[in-house]
């Protein structure tokens, strides 16, 4: 890993304004990227590109993958959860049975690879649930977050008996999204996207207070003791995480918090915790956002210098020559059926 984990990245459902069709794919930009499935701006799966199924509307986003491969990797056993190595194969097998509602083939071969079942609104929420808490995902950070009313009442009603539950520490919330008026015929065709979904956070502003604080205990001299261990902390060789709390100066061995972190959540086998409780403060931390200041302080260099770089003065038109639109970063992969297949090829599996 030489990059820092991304500020942003998630996975998201289209769905069509005129059509009954559907759309899954990932991002580092929901608002830019709805904007080019819409045809705003270049770019874009050419499955949404057909004018009949313009607009789009973005329904719902699951967010915090560590990472652009994570968020794929999602992605695609979403899109194919009937053949996903993500999901045990009898799961699999009992999932596709249900969406193909009994008309499963009789005398079918094992080995030979499974079309996708129907896929209507009812399976696609059904399978995000599921995904959210196979063993495969069940450590990352991941939260669900809705634009569309009438798609998280669907969400409710078919994922409120299904089993097992969502872990707590993922929360599911809707904040609707309401799209511009139509005043033209132009506007029917291409689809403003909604303020709430620009207003979504996709750069590192987030974590610059935390990173500024860190900056400072390590330039003051102030980091010389674990507040776990209560050892000696060597700035120069040891990883060191530093609670984001303003008014908290505790730093800890990466190892003794992650323990400690792991402990209280107890009776769990896994390598690396969820979140826990800052050792002086009692304030409770998310790992990763201990982890992605980490990150960022150890491979994030050119990102450091973009968040502290001075912006200049602003023309007078209100545009300043430095500033640079959040949304225009990152890059966007249109996922293809047979990704997952490529890269099993390529690792001879």
């Known amino acids: 890993m030489d990059k820092p984990i991304p500020a942003f990245y998630c996975c998201y459902l289209l769905r069509s304004k ?10 580092p930009s929901p608002a830019r990227r709805l904007g080019q499935h819409n045809g705003d701006s270049k770019g874009g799966a050419k499955r949404t590109s057909m004018q009949g199924k313009r607009p789009w509307e973005m329904t719902c986003i699951v967010t915090g993958f560590p990472s652009r491969f994570a968020a794929l990797q999602f992605e695609w056993a979403w899109q194919n959860t009937h053949m996903t190595r993500h999901v045990d194969r009898d799961i699999r097998d009992a999932r596709t049975e249900d969406l193909q509602k009994g008309k499963k083939k009789k005398g079918a071969s094992p080995n030979k690879r499974r079309k996708r079942p129907p896929m209507s609104l009812e399976a696609r929420l059904k399978n995000m649930h599921h995904l959210l808490g196979v063993k495969s995902f069940d450590r990352w950070p991941l939260h669900v977050r809705y634009f569309a009313a009438d798609v998280f009442a669907q969400w409710e009603k078919h994922t409120a008996k299904m089993n097992p539950s969502l872990r707590k520490s993922i929360t599911v919330r809707l904040t609707p999204a309401e799209l511009p008026p139509v005043t033209t015929e132009f506007d029917n065709l291409v689809s403003k996207t909604p303020a709430i979904i620009r207003a979504i956070e996709v750069a590192y502003e987030d974590c610059k207070a935390h990173v500024e604080k860190s900056r400072a205990l390590l330039d003051e001299g102030r980091i010389n003791s674990c507040s776990v261990c209560k050892g000696k902390l060597d700035v120069s060789t ?3 995480l530093v609670c984001p709390l303003e008014t908290c100066q505790t730093v800890s061995h990466m190892t003794c918090l992650s323990a400690k972190f792991l402990a209280e959540e107890g009776g769990t086998d896994a390598l690396l915790p969820i979140e826990g409780t800052c050792p002086r403060c009692r304030s409770p931390i998310k790992w990763n956002t201990l982890v992605k ?3 960022l302080r150890l491979r994030g260099e050119q990102e450091l210098e973009a968040m502290f770089k001075p912006k200049r003065r602003k023309k007078a038109n209100g545009v300043s020559e430095a ?3 959040p949304q225009d970063l990152g890059d966007d992969d249109e996922l293809e059926d047979d990704w997952m297949q490529e890269v099993n090829d390529e690792d001879g599996s």
């Open 293 to 295: 200041e980490l990150s």
């Open 323 to 325: 500033e640079v639109d």
């Open 238 to 240: 040891s990883l060191y």
């Open 18 to 27: 005129n059509r009954k069709s559907y759309y899954i794919g990932s991002t």
